[in-house]
């Protein structure tokens, strides 16, 4: 066991200095958070082998943990410092929110699949990641009774905005999403919500699954 923890902290160690340094990750806090989240600890034990390879990685239901470059760049993007209420759409494994559980000072993460919430919340809950949150539901309404958000950090390719996420974002808060016209080709973008209007950020071409539900692609 002491063995395969090694192996995995070294792979650790390697992935943050080859894939996230050496990509121009530099918030220190982000680099951080990458070296001490144990990515293995989320995923399938069949993925286990490639789990710190620079590409995303199955987790079942059709679903993938994202390449820990994109993970870092979306938390890097969401300009945290310490105090923040979090929302992430689109739990997933978990391993977003884990990293963004060192970002901010509380998360709460949605997603629509009970079983990967399910597996998500046992992990989280096993690792003593007490500031996380879990909640089933359909991630592009947000979640309304857990406004305001200092941040939204979604993880599935969206057609445009969803409403929800700008209404229920505190003034100066920043929204991190994927945008376009193909349900697997995105821009991603950061919102920042001012007094008046949202400004925006393109951060460069990502391809994510696509965001499902009433304000997503395929809606209910």
Do not use: C
Request: no cysteine; net charge neutral; proline share 5%.
């Amino acid at each position: 066991m002491t063995h395969a923890t090694d192996e995995f902290a070294r792979l650790r160690q390697r992935m943050v200095n080859a894939q996230l340094r050496a990509r121009g990750i530099r918030d220190p806090r982000v680099l951080a958070a990458m070296l001490a989240v144990p990515r293995e600890a989320f995923v399938p034990e069949v993925s286990k082998a490639e789990v710190y390879a620079d590409s995303p990685q199955p987790i079942g239901a059709g679903q993938t943990i994202s390449q820990p470059f994109t993970v870092a760049y979306m938390a890097e993007a969401a300009q945290l410092r310490g105090a923040e209420k979090i929302l992430e759409v689109g739990t997933g494994s978990g391993y977003g929110a884990a990293v963004l559980s060192h970002l901010g000072a509380e998360v709460h993460t949605i997603e629509r699949l009970p079983a990967l919430a399910a597996r998500a919340t046992e992990t989280l809950k096993r690792l003593g990641f007490s500031n996380v949150h879990v909640h089933i539901g359909d991630g592009t309404l947000g979640l309304a009774d857990q406004a305001a958000f200092d941040a939204i950090v979604v993880t599935a390719g969206a057609a445009t905005l969803p409403p929800a996420y700008s209404e229920q974002l505190v003034e100066g808060g920043r929204i991190v999403i994927p945008i376009g016209r193909s349900e697997r080709n995105q821009q991603l973008y950061r919102f920042r919500r001012g007094r008046n209007a949202l400004s925006m950020d393109d951060l460069g071409a990502f391809a994510f699954v696509p965001l499902i539900g009433k304000a997503g692609w395929h809606p209910a």
